[in-house]
């Protein structure tokens, strides 16, 4: 059963400093389940759900991308984009070495480090969005130009439908 009180995460104190208009969401987290036990909790769309993603070029130099919550990202297409060789998921441990959230919680909003964002093209076209707040079960809502305000993300279109 998700707790009544909404955390106050880095992301929370983040978007307030910003005076970014956004609203709290908790629900239960569910190990593995992903946009579509947050979307089902939530009852919104899985594609407005948006998953934060660690991935890091042939160098271990990390970035982030923004992806609907029902796609996922063609490494080969965003390294393309990026002007790298290849680009891959990082594992757990990196992804909180880089960002300071677990797997899970991960935000693109206060990270432990400067990372350039990316961010798939289309969420842009959405009317409110669903993304982390820093904490397992825990996401905010705004609209997509916050995060264009916010993070300056280089758009890309490297999506593709789950398999």
Known sequence: MAKDKSPVTPVIR????????????????????????????????????IKTLVMEDEQKRPLIVLMHGD???????????????????????????????QVGGTSPFATRKEIPVYMEKTIQDLESIYINGGKRGFLVSMTPQVIIKLLKPTMVEVGIKKK
């Open 14 to 49: 983040f978007l307030k400093q910003h005076k970014a208009d956004h609203s709290l969401h908790l629900y239960s987290y569910e190990e593995k389940g992903g946009t579509a036990v947050s979307a089902r909790e939530l009852g919104v769309d899985e594609r407005h759900v």
């Open 71 to 101: 796609q996922e990202v063609s490494t080969k297409e965003l390294a393309r984009c990026v002007g790298v060789k290849t680009i891959s998921p990082c594992n757990p441990e990196t992804a909180f070495k880089q960002t300071g959230y």
